[in-house]
């Protein structure tokens, strides 16, 4: 149980374009779901934090403007880099908690974005 | 913002040989998660624990809660080359110490290699 999806696993685009990147809770409802960057040998930064129906909220640093965050269904949220530059090549991973009381984050397999 | 010391950075090691990982903190944390992270992976939930003083084993894998609430450790038993990945610890902080809305702040990890 507690599985996590991320898709596209992989993406290049072009400077100046936007990605949309999907993570998916496929087992379970997820009250919260979360987006993290990983620069490479680095640890995970968290981005935002969503949860379904509401706005998400940024961590300070992140543009909201640029990072948009959806989290339409109980199962389904999506990140769009919107106008991407280079700078913005990394990995991405989301991850979704489950129990209304828990901690515990359960991760997808992460989106490398490359931006030529 | 509130830093978990993650050490050893990184561990070489032979096969069969124990390996221990700590995480430590200045502020008091409410619950102590492990992951380990493979290349191009998202990161997998090794050992939860919520109690001051729990020790809790998931297979050759143990981890315990510092009574002081502060810090943490995590043994691998009789390690083998399937071990090798990235190991972070990740804490919830109270809601009274900027704790909120579930967010867990991550060390920097361990890197664990393992010689056959």
């Known amino acids: 149980g507690a599985v996590v999806s991320q898709h596209p696993s992989r993406v290049i685009c072009k400077s100046g374009t936007s990605v949309k990147i999907e993570c998916r809770s496929l087992d379970f409802q997820a009250t919260t779901m979360f987006w993290y960057r990983q620069f490479p040998k680095q640890s995970l930064m968290l981005m935002a934090t969503s949860n379904e129906g509401s706005k998400a909220t940024y961590e300070q640093g992140v543009e909201k403007d640029k990072f948009l965050i959806n989290h339409a269904s109980l199962t389904l949220s999506t990140l769009t880099v919107t106008s991407a530059h280079p700078e913005d090549s990394s990995f991405y991973i989301c991850?979704?908690?489950?129990?209304?009381?828990?901690?515990?984050?359960?991760f997808g397999p992460g989106t490398r974005l490359t931006v030529t | 913002g509130q830093q978990l010391n993650q050490s050893p950075q990184s561990m070489f090691i032979q096969e069969g040989e124990d390996v221990s990982m700590n995480c430590t903190s200045s502020s008091i944390f409410n619950t102590w998660l492990w992951y380990k992270q493979d290349p191009g992976e998202g990161p997998v939930l090794l050992i939860a624990l919520y109690k001051a003083g729990e020790l809790t084993s998931n297979g050759r894998l143990t981890a315990q809660f510092g009574i002081t609430r502060k810090d943490s450790f995590l043994n691998i038993s009789a390690s083998i080359p399937s071990d090798v990945g990235i190991y972070f610890c990740?804490?919830?902080?109270?809601?009274?110490?900027?704790?909120?809305?579930?967010?867990?702040?991550f060390g920097k990890g361990t890197l664990l290699t393992v010689n056959p």
């Open positions: 991850s979704a908690k489950f129990r209304r009381n828990s901690y515990e984050q359960y």
């Open positions: 990740a804490g919830q902080l109270p809601s009274d110490s900027g704790g909120s809305n579930y967010k867990l702040t």
